[in-house]
């Protein structure tokens, strides 16, 4: 420890943050709320600003970042693993361009590219494109947090006579789980924003508000589900700072 | 202060920007039956338009028949969103556009209920909006771009469909097959599909309606067959295209979305002549004159002010080479 003051002072900070950010986030989603339920609704507003559809579609959005999240999460990793084990490195390339692709290609081109390629509509087509779009920072923090362990360590586990698996399961593993879940967190924002386009081919969510309050300039409608859509992804930011603390190495944390 | 003023800096650059923007307009003309009128001579003005293939066409309409006129037009069609462009005009970046009374009433008024007569709905949204906006409604177009929803001409004999009294017996007779394919904005609005099923007196079960964007709406009709019938509007060129049979409003539910020109008061007091230039090329605005304008930008391709300058040549509104005079 080079710094204990300033490492303790950002851990203090950090501490903070964990406390305050859901509260800041559901104290803005109140007065929000309080605001537009509070002023005088129109007919077309008022299709729009009411706690079953706020709270339906809401949900969708819920639905549909939880799936990609567990979507993620059981391709991007293991798929990670695979990659840095030395037999499987030469498909690495190939493997991270596919990603790429996903990554760059522009959201709403990959979800309605998927519509018309499939037939679809829902949640599916929604979430299947959305998943590969987040699938990117998982898999490359997983990549470099394998990568990054002292080979001195993996050494040493092989030479107390631990087997491949266990040293992947006991050293290497626990040791790049920071990486998983800082990438996980970029993949949930990530998750959370797309999942606004799902309007577009019959996967509702919060998208609906913004588009319906933007085509029809009723600014309250848009407001909230705007809002709305940024506290989840401040939440859900929030949820993958919770796991990095509490899922993260004891030793490191 | 050095940040502020780099703010400041930024923003004088960035309006400066916003008010120098625009080009010339792309393509020549020389008077037709439009002869140039000399109140118009050199007076500067800006044309504006939606992001869409007709809007587009119609500002280029209007940017022709005011150069033929004299008139020193600026380019500013193109601009991405209907907020936007509406935002555009009563800040005065921009003099003159089409605009729809049904869009104006609802959306930028902020009515919610449409009035069903043309006439009627576009003297209530002339009078309202130069109250409140200062913005001059004229020349009112037959062009009524409204909703409509359209089917293959496949479907449509099938399940025996020509008006929307029909759509409402097969729900009610046949519900499985009574599937729509929507917009968001046409899922909320008063007069869209909440009231079109009252007024019909019919109901579809949610798992019946697909909100989607509007241009997947017509995959979906005939590729994928997701639903027999989408929400378009009655212009869009790829009714033509995909050879698609459009359902007939019989109880005339859906508002009526004529387009007429916009004008800003100030300009439109120094010089009404604006008015009277592209009166005749309203008058003449059919929805088939439309649906084939748009569809040789959509479906055909080309480029808009040509499509736009053909139409005016065609028409004899202007000409390439300027008339031919005949002395006599």
């Given at each position: 420890m080079t710094a204990p003051t300033a490492e303790r002072g950002s851990r203090r900070a950090e501490r903070i943050r964990l406390y305050a950010q859901p509260l800041i986030v559901l104290g803005i989603v109140g007065v929000v709320l309080a605001w537009a339920f509070s002023s005088d609704l129109d007919d077309i507003e008022k299709r729009s600003i009411n706690a079953s559809t706020i709270l339906s579609l809401t949900?969708?959005?819920?639905?549909?970042?939880?799936?990609?999240t567990a979507l993620v999460l059981v391709?991007?990793?293991?798929?990670g693993v695979v990659?840095?084990?030395?037999?499987?490195?030469?498909?690495?390339?190939?493997?991270?361009?596919?990603?790429?692709?996903?990554q760059a290609a522009p959201a709403v081109g990959l979800l309605v590219l998927f519509f018309l390629a499939t037939g679809w509509t829902g949640f599916w087509v929604v979430v299947l494109p959305t998943a590969l779009y987040a699938l990117l920072p998982v898999l490359r923090n997983t990549m470099v947090g394998l990568q990054q362990v002292d080979p001195s360590l993996v050494e040493a586990g092989r030479g107390i006579g631990m087997s491949g698996f266990s040293v992947l399961r006991r050293i290497e593993f626990p040791l790049a789980v920071p990486f998983v879940l800082a990438g996980?967190?970029?993949?949930?924002?990530?998750?959370?924003?797309?999942?606004?386009?799902?309007?577009?081919?019959?996967?509702?969510?919060?998208?609906?508000?913004?588009?319906?309050?933007y085509k029809l300039r009723r600014t309250s409608v848009l407001v909230v589900g705007a809002v709305l859509a940024v506290?989840?992804?401040?939440?859900?930011?929030?949820?993958?700072?919770?796991a990095e603390q509490l899922l993260g190495p004891r030793g490191l944390r | 202060m050095r940040k502020a003023v780099a703010v400041l800096a930024c923003v004088a650059l960035l309006s400066g920007c916003g008010l120098s923007a625009g080009s010339s307009v792309p393509l020549e003309v020389k008077p037709g039956s439009i002869r140039p009128i000399p109140q118009l001579r050199d007076v500067e003005i800006t044309v504006g338009s939606k992001d869409f293939s007709e809007q587009i066409i119609l500002g280029y309409l209007a940017e022709f028949a005011l150069t033929a006129a004299g008139a020193k037009v600026r380019d500013l069609t193109n601009i991405s969103g209907s907020n936007s462009q509406r935002d555009a005009l009563t800040s005065g970046q921009i003099d003159l556009v089409w605009e729809y009374t049904g869009t104006s009433w609802i959306s930028y008024l902020g009515n919610t209920d449409a009035i069903p007569d043309a006439a009627a709905q576009f003297e209530a949204v002339r009078k309202a909006d130069l109250e409140k906006n200062k913005v001059v409604w004229v020349n009112m177009a037959p062009l009524d771009n409204t909703y409509a929803f359209a089917m293959t001409k496949q479907n449509a004999q099938r399940l025996g469909i020509k008006t929307t009294s029909d759509i409402a017996r097969l729900a009610k007779?046949?519900?499985?097959?009574?599937?729509?394919?929507?917009?968001?904005?046409?899922?909320?609005?008063n007069d869209g599909f909440p009231g079109l099923q009252q007024t019909y007196g019919f109901s579809v079960k949610k798992e019946n309606v697909r909100t989607l964007a509007t241009g997947a709406i017509y995959p979906a009709m005939t590729d994928s067959k997701i639903c027999n019938f989408g929400e378009v509007f009655t212009t869009d060129g790829r009714i033509l295209a995909l050879d698609l049979a459009v359902v007939e409003d019989d109880k005339k539910f859906f508002p009526r979305y004529n387009a007429a020109l916009n004008i800003r008061q100030e300009l439109f007091e120094k010089h009404p002549e604006i008015a009277e230039v592209i009166k005749p090329i309203a008058d003449r605005l059919t929805n088939d004159v439309m649906l084939r304008l748009?569809?040789?930008?959509?479906?055909?391709?080309?480029?808009?002010?040509d499509v736009a300058r053909n139409w005016l040549v065609e028409q004899g509104f202007v000409t390439l080479t300027g008339p031919v005079v005949t002395r006599g």
């Open positions: 949900w969708q959005h819920v639905e549909i970042t939880a799936v990609v391709v991007a990793v293991p798929l990659l840095t084990r030395r037999w499987a490195k030469p498909l690495a390339p190939l493997v991270l361009g596919i990603a790429n692709i996903g996980l967190r970029t993949a949930l924002v990530l998750a959370v924003g797309v999942a606004t386009l799902a309007m577009l081919v019959d996967g509702g969510g919060l998208g609906v508000m913004i588009d319906t309050g506290a989840l992804a401040l939440l859900v930011d929030w949820l993958g700072a919770l | 007779e046949n519900p499985a097959e009574a599937t729509f394919c929507v917009e968001t904005e046409f899922a909320n609005r748009n569809a040789q930008v959509d479906v055909n391709g080309k480029d808009p002010a």
